[in-house]
């Protein structure tokens, strides 16, 4: 399996994200994420619903813990998730409003 790519275009970020949102196992959602899922009343349903067919609105750019990380959009729910990929095969969900 290869390693982390260097650069990343949007529509690879976005096939990537698609592609192991998918599998609902691949997807980790941070405590903070879950405090804000319980304050803001979101499913996690909504958000696997977001990773699957929603828009990248900022990134994708590397984080402080050199990870790819984006924010997703989804106009049907006005839902977004900022969200990392764990390099090759999960999704770490940071946050959602």
Known sequence: ???QPDKLSSAEAIRLVREL??????????HHC????YAR???LRQIL??????????GPAIDTYGNWKMNIYRAADGLTCSVAIGWPSRLIVITVF
């Open 1 to 3: 399996m290869p390693g």
């Open 21 to 30: 949102a998918s599998d609902s196992a691949n997807v980790e959602l941070t």
């Open 34 to 37: 879950r405090a804000r899922m």
């Open 41 to 43: 009343d979101i499913t």
């Open 49 to 58: 619903g977001c990773l699957q067919k929603g828009i990248i609105t900022e």
